[in-house]
């Protein structure tokens, strides 16, 4: 069977969280974050992420290659967590 092609998954960062705290992925997906909140925010974790500091409509986006569960949160604001599952 052929392999689906790799999906973009978008969160959004708003009201100081991320809109999806947990996101399930295929390997070789993509997710995009953006941000919507005024202040600024980052995307700071497990496996490589690690965003520069995203101000209002900023993005970052990360390919999963390797599956497992990946934690993340903001490094102004570290109660904000979420994590990526890749499958």
């Known amino acids: ?3 689906p092609a790799p999906l973009i998954h978008s969160v959004t960062i708003i009201n100081f969280s991320y809109n999806q705290q947990v996101i399930t992925v295929r390997k070789g997906d993509t997710v995009t974050w953006t941000n919507k909140d005024t202040a600024p925010h980052t995307v700071t974790g497990d496996g490589g992420l690690n965003s520069s500091m995203l101000n209002l409509n900023a993005t ?5 290659n ?5 934690n993340y949160h903001c490094t102004p604001h570290p109660y904000m967590k979420a994590k990526v599952i890749v499958e």
Not at 60 to 64: H, L, P
Not at 66 to 70: A, H, I, M, Q, V
């Open 1 to 3: 069977t052929p392999t």
């Open 60 to 64: 970052y986006s990360f390919t999963f």
């Open 66 to 70: 390797t599956p497992g569960t990946y």
